[in-house]
């Protein structure tokens, strides 16, 4: 079953995305997970927590197999009723944390329940710590504690992290907006953290733009238009040994099964098309020119993006989008984060009209930010400013969560494009 997972009404519906978590070196710890889609239970397109556990288990869009191999775990937020039937026995518990809030945990049973989830080999996470003395022993059970780092003050969050300490557990910030507030966080003792600042620009002084970063960008401008000189990308691109050994493994690989084995990138066009070709090509470059060590995270969510942005053109053509230049501009939003430059100085080398270039540098009259700011809300999962955004726009919510849906599908094959060969 894909990540587009059928409701029991028949309805369409649900999709598995994820929030990345990093540890205190900025490598890429796990994932939190969460569903979006349409389901009778929840019209509104946010599926009830005990659709999770069994979501993520039946979804191959998220590549849960594929997570575990890499030794990553995933956080699954657990609802009273999941908690108390066996759907999180869907998940392996080696790899997998539960996350039990503090109402949650107070309800009839759920104790209980948690310490028999404990035993099995789950770990425990809560989220959004009080320091209530009435969970005293919820905390007691668990392995990683939250705090939601913005709008507070350092002093205030080193109370928490005392009162954290009583317990043992690891201390996790949540939405923690930028790098320099990583860097406190960190000096204070966090230990994980979760929020905008994994998307967001973390600018190495003196770094430049290299040679081989600067060809990557010339072949991009080259591979742009519809109707391009195939003859001379192929020589381009056959010129760089990194970039066609990695696309022709990737075209070869048994996703595909073509009949023929593919030797050339001219044979690559006959057979795919274009179109596929081109979207590949600029994944494979994109990789390439990230100098960042969460590069593969980054590129997922830019891929996830420049697929949201393509379809919500392609459905609301009132706007007068294009979907191309808009899948463009999703592709290359996290550009910045990607090589650790500030955009203005990127969007020197790529190839689109100043329109577009603007809303990359967020200039706040470009008619495109606020798209870019709506798949922001929804792959953080801001759900009341999804729906505000949506009436804003013009847009409906269902429509706004399908396009959601099918880009979390796409999204899905990156880790296997990026890094092929």
Known sequence: MSAHESSGTGQAAVAVAR??????????????????????ESPTGIPVAEDVPVSVAASTGVGLQQLIARQLRVMVALSEKSVLDDRVYALPPACTTVLINEGTFSRSGVAARLEQLKGDGFAVAVPDFTAHRDCGPLYRQADIIGVTVAGRTPAELGTLLAEIGRFGALPMASHVPDSECVVACRDLGFRLFQG????????????????????????????????????AIA???QGDATVS???????????????NR??????????LGWRRVRTWLRVVLLSDIGQTAAMSEL??????????????????????????????????????????????EVVGFLPLDSSLKAALCDEPN??????????????????????????????????????FLDAATVAGDLDVMAGAG
């Open 19 to 40: 929030k990345a978590i990093f540890d205190q070196q900025r490598h890429l710890w796990g994932y939190e997970l969460f569903c979006v889609g349409n389901t009778d």
């Open 196 to 231: 905008p600042f994994s998307k967001e620009p973390e600018i190495v002084r003196l770094r430049r733009v290299s040679s081989g970063q600067i060809a990557r960008f010339n072949l991009l401008k080259l591979i742009g238009s519809d109707d391009p000189d195939l003859g």
């Open 235 to 237: 020589t381009e691109i």
């Open 245 to 259: 050994f990695r696309l022709l493994t990737y075209l070869n690989s048994a996703s595909f099964g073509l009949a």
């Open 262 to 271: 593919v030797n050339s990138i001219s044979q690559a066009v006959s057979l």
């Open 299 to 344: 590129l997922r969510l830019a891929s996830q993006r420049a697929r949201f942005l393509e379809v919500i053109a392609t459905r609301y053509a009132f706007w007068g989008f294009d979907p191309e230049s808009m899948h463009l501009l999703g592709l290359f939003s996290l550009l910045d984060a990607m090589m650790g430059i500030p955009m203005r």
């Open 366 to 403: 470009s008619e495109y930010v606020p798209l870019l700011q709506l798949v922001k809300d929804l792959e953080d999962a801001r759900w009341a400013e999804v729906d505000a955004a949506a009436r804003r726009l013009n847009l409906d919510a269902v429509g706004v969560r399908e396009a």
